[in-house]
């Protein structure tokens, strides 16, 4: 997967445009994800991410770097041995561009507004 564009509230991954907040595995794009208290990332928003079982975990929080991700997320997804990285999204896209190059088993979760 490559993310050629991103803008505020706009994504473009593999020639594919998405204007809702998403989440991309090694094998697919999950447009539309949401979260249950919007900008609040809790582990029970993460139910994509985990199946896709990844290595690295690189959550985009918005724009503006608004959406915030617990303490409590993070040590969660720490146990069960998910590296995480927690960037604005145009900072969590490059790094998601540059990694998922070098290891398999990258997921992004990006928010794509505030």
Known sequence: MQITDYRFGRIEIDGEIYSSDVII?????????WRRTGHNLAVADLDAVLSARPDTLIIGCGYYGRMQVPAATRSFLEHKGVRVEVATTADAVRRFNRLQRDAARVVAALHLTC
């Open 25 to 33: 595995t090694p094998e697919s794009v999950v447009g539309g994800w």
